[in-house]
């Protein structure tokens, strides 16, 4: 009866870390889905700060060394 016990344990303790594994793997990849969602989010925004850029470029309003300044920090 000892011996069976024992078996128990450890069918219960591999169940266990069966379901810790399952659910750290889906804990890094809801983490992994929100850092890449986060990331296109900011080049979006990177990409709308440019146009903005060139457009205040075009009509005038700041100087070629600036605007070549902005596109720097920007790309």
Known sequence: MGMMNMM???CGMSMLLTALFWIAL???VVFLARYVLRQSSRSGEADRALEIARERYARG???D???Q???RGLS
């Open 8 to 10: 128990g344990g450890a």
């Open 26 to 28: 889906v804990v890094a």
């Open 61 to 63: 309003e700041i100087s």
């Open 65 to 67: 060394e600036e605007f």
């Open 69 to 71: 300044r902005l596109k």
